[in-house]
């Protein structure tokens, strides 16, 4: 019996506490994470709160949330641990379910960054999407992975805690609505000719004195304008961009009334000239590192070989637009690279070829 009070005691105790939940950036303090909620540029950020039932070091956690794509695409910009060193990844299947599988996790807590008391609310991580304005998306719990956090407590007790973690809908944060009217141009695009880009859209004929502007990018960050002229109650609007070379495109028009209220419209994109693609891969064939451009930026990468094995799936930073990858242990052969952009998925073909084999 005594032996079994000593295996007793080292057994992890089990909690279930009450205290998993989002909440936007602007309504806690969060000196560890930098906010990149924008208005302008339709971010939106969300802090992971956790209110704790013991006293302890957070040594790790883990826990996963569907969210919805938008347009058939992913949201998520950034996802990264405010309290541990990150093990976070976000996984895309808007072509098959709809939804980006958002895993946030942190593992190798200190007491010096991870000290957290019972009963005080502590923030665990942080999310941002870029969302268009009254454009919500839900997020749930992924059952499979759940909630699962460990502290160590007094005596190097160790405490895992299964939060409850109830469902969260991601919109646009009070102050951004107070920027906007309560509605939306819907803007589309389309290659005129070779070197003409038309622009159109509905009026928003009820609003009488106002002034559209139309804005043009070549990366679909850095927007400068182009135009802009007054409403003069007109149902249908055009605009013609002539002055662009051959290359790729990106489009919005923001109506601005005399109280200096805003409707902006979603982003379009369009490719002049010869249908140039906005990804590059070099060098290909290539037998160390690959390197991969996009205009458009990048949300994740994954690598397959020849059999569809997924050899390497990496999550990026927000706005990536140029990253390097070591194929340095990779085997000569044929591999396919998928890139989860802001505007869509693209599957480009590369080669690694080893000096022994040239």
Not at 62 to 82: E, H, I, K, P, W
Not at 188 to 199: G, N, S
Not at 309 to 323: C, D, F, G, K, Y
Request: aromatic residues 10%; negative net charge.
């Amino acid at each position: 019996m005594k032996y079994l009070i000593i295996i007793l005691s080292i057994l992890p105790l089990i909690t279930f506490s009450q205290g998993l939940t989002w909440v936007p950036y602007d309504d806690v303090n969060n000196p560890t994470c930098a906010n990149l909620s924008s208005c302008e540029e339709n971010i939106v950020c969300f802090n992971l709160l956790y209110t704790p039932e013991k006293t302890g070091i957070i040594t790790s956690y883990t826990t996963g949330y569907f969210a919805d794509c938008l347009d058939g695409v992913s949201r998520v910009v950034y996802n990264q641990s405010c309290l541990l060193p990150d093990n976070s990844e976000s996984r895309v299947y808007c072509e098959s379910e709809n939804k980006v599988l958002i895993n946030c996790s942190g593992h190798s807590g200190s007491s010096q960054l991870s000290a957290v008391e019972a009963g005080v609310p502590t923030i665990l991580h942080q999310v941002c999407f870029q969302v268009p304005p009254h454009a919500p998306i839900k997020m749930s719990l992924d059952e499979t992975t759940g909630a699962t956090i460990s502290i160590s407590g007094s005596g190097n007790r160790s405490t895992t805690d299964f939060p409850k973690c109830e469902e969260y809908i991601v919109k646009w944060i009070k102050d951004c609505l107070d920027e906007q009217i309560d509605e939306v141009i819907d803007l589309d695009v389309a290659k005129y000719d070779e070197y003409l880009t038309r622009i159109y859209w509905d009026g928003v004929g009820e609003f009488a004195e106002g002034v559209y502007k139309i804005y043009r990018s070549t990366n679909s960050i850095d927007f400068e304008e182009i135009g802009a002229f007054e409403n003069e109650g007109q149902v249908e609007l055009m605009y013609f961009d002539k002055q662009v070379e051959q290359g790729i495109y990106f489009y919005k028009v923001e109506y601005v009334d005399q109280k200096s209220r805003r409707i902006k419209s979603n982003m379009v994109r369009v490719a002049l000239g010869n249908e140039l693609d906005d990804i590059r891969l070099y060098p290909n064939p290539t037998s160390d590192f690959l390197y991969v451009n996009s205009i458009t930026p990048l949300q994740v990468i994954s690598i397959l070989d020849m059999k569809g094995n997924v050899v390497t799936r990496q999550s990026l930073p927000a706005m990536s637009s140029e990253i390097q990858i070591d194929v340095r242990t990779y085997q000569t052969g044929l591999y396919t690279i998928r890139l989860n952009c802001t505007d869509g998925i693209r599957a480009l073909k590369f080669v690694v070829l080893k000096s022994d084999a040239r």
